[in-house]
């Protein structure tokens, strides 16, 4: 489904991504490194927001750093996104939210209306539908924002550090919900630099270091 060949990335002098090879396909996986190692850019690549130095970037058939224009608002239609700092509007409601991301790529009222309850299900937040962000803990609110991933019904979902500002709590929490997301068929792909999280998960671990890969393993385990 996802494929790097011999993908490079230089932004003047540093080098962020260096000569990555690698294959994702219906699979729960894990970008494991430290702060700077190229994790959200990889993410990145896939969503066609950097474009490589050099090598190339597929998408199932789709060549995604050749994509234009609408090519590439229908290839992240088919792709959620997840943040460590949720980006939620703080002045609508958890439906809202989601509903307005749902209306950014063109979806009708009546599929926003049809939509919104069923992720609110998927996450446990259904009864939380009326509320605003900063009425809801911070798990919550990335709760939120995986129903907001999940309103285009992606065939992936990208997790750039979903974690890093929640307490052991609720990081447990989120990652038994990626979990639960990957058992409903979509594909997730987790960045983490969460040694605990990386080893507790016994999934695939493609595991940066200063932009090269350095280690991939089905289960792996964090080892920089």
Do not use: C, W
């Not at 990889?42 to 994509?67: H, T």
């Amino acid at each position: 489904m996802i494929k790097f060949e011999n993908v490079t990335k230089n932004y003047g002098s540093i080098t962020a991504l260096e000569d990555i090879s690698l294959e994702i396909d219906d699979e729960f996986v894990v970008v494991a490194g430290k702060s700077g190692a190229g994790k959200t850019t990889l993410l990145e690549m896939i969503l066609a927001k950097e474009e490589p130095s050099s090598g190339r970037v597929f998408f199932n058939d789709l060549e995604v750093n050749k994509l234009e224009g609408n090519e590439i608002s229908d290839l992240r239609q088919r792709i959620g996104a997840i943040f460590q700092d949720y980006k939620l509007l703080p002045d609508r409601t958890v439906f809202e939210n989601i509903g307005y991301a749902m209306r950014v790529v063109g979806a009708s009222k009546e599929d926003i209306q049809k939509r919104v309850p069923q992720v609110l299900e998927i996450v446990e937040m259904e009864d939380y539908a009326d509320s605003y962000p900063p009425q809801i803990s911070e798990g919550e609110q990335q709760r939120v924002a995986i129903a907001r991933a999940l309103a285009t019904k992606p065939e992936v979902v990208l997790a750039d550090e979903p974690t890093g500002n929640l307490d052991p709590y609720h990081t447990q929490d989120i990652i038994q919900l990626l979990k639960k997301i990957y058992e409903l068929g979509a594909t997730v792909i987790l960045a983490t630099h969460d040694k605990q999280t990386v080893n507790s998960l016994e999934k695939r671990v493609i595991s940066l270091k200063e932009g090269r890969l350095v280690n991939d393993q089905d289960p792996g385990q964090f080892i920089l």
